[in-house]
């Protein structure tokens, strides 16, 4: 007799992260996981190392992480006790993402997993459940992602996200950094 049906969906269930709000004490954590990942994915896109050091510190420091927390949502994936990935979403400042939204409107701000479980399913499904806060405003829902960062924008695809526009990264030295490209869901219509 074989175990193959049921070892596989073991192997399903144990690979399956549990989704819960972040909370306070998760901010340690969370910094240290969205710098890691970024570098892993984007530290060598930076012509200036300066450059990558500025960006961890204004954007994935502990103190920038603080200010989601207080601003914005966050859902992790957390699997065997592991923060394994998570989902920054909330509502748009004006002007961001290249002035494509209107102020408020909501957008997901950051998907980041674990090197290691990159294609394992994690960012589809805090994914799908940052789209399903999201769609509750009745609203076009925005992102942007890195020209090079294909994976992501096929990801983004498959759950409705259309090109838009694009936006020149900025840097602290004003190295050339490429472009994010701005995408969006359209608000279903009802």
């Known amino acids: ?17 549990l989704l819960r709000p972040a909370q306070a ?43 989601w927390l207080a601003e914005d949502r966050v859902t992790v994936a957390e699997l065997d006790g592991r ?9 748009t400042l004006k002007g961001s993402y290249g002035g494509f939204p209107h102020e408020g409107d909501p957008a997901l701000h950051r998907l980041y997993v674990a090197r290691d479980l990159l294609n394992a399913g994690v960012g589809g499904t805090l994914l799908r459940a940052a789209l399903a806060n999201m769609e509750a405003m009745g609203r076009d829902i925005y992102l942007d992602v890195w020209e090079e960062n294909h994976g992501a924008q096929r990801l983004y695809a498959r759950h409705g996200f259309a090109p838009l526009g694009r936006v020149k990264l900025e840097t602290a030295s004003g190295a050339d950094a490429g472009f994010d490209f701005v995408m969006v869901r359209r608000r279903v219509a009802g």
């Open 25 to 67: 004490s998760d901010l340690g954590p969370l910094a240290i996981l969205a710098r890691e990942t970024y570098s892993a994915a984007f530290g060598h896109t930076f012509e200036v190392a300066a450059d990558l050091a500025s960006h961890l510190e204004t954007h994935l420091s502990e103190a920038a992480v603080a200010l």
């Open 83 to 91: 923060l394994v990935g998570f989902a920054h979403f909330g509502p």
């Open 1 to 17: 007799s074989s175990c193959y049906g049921r070892c596989a969906m073991a192997a399903q269930v144990a690979m399956t992260p």
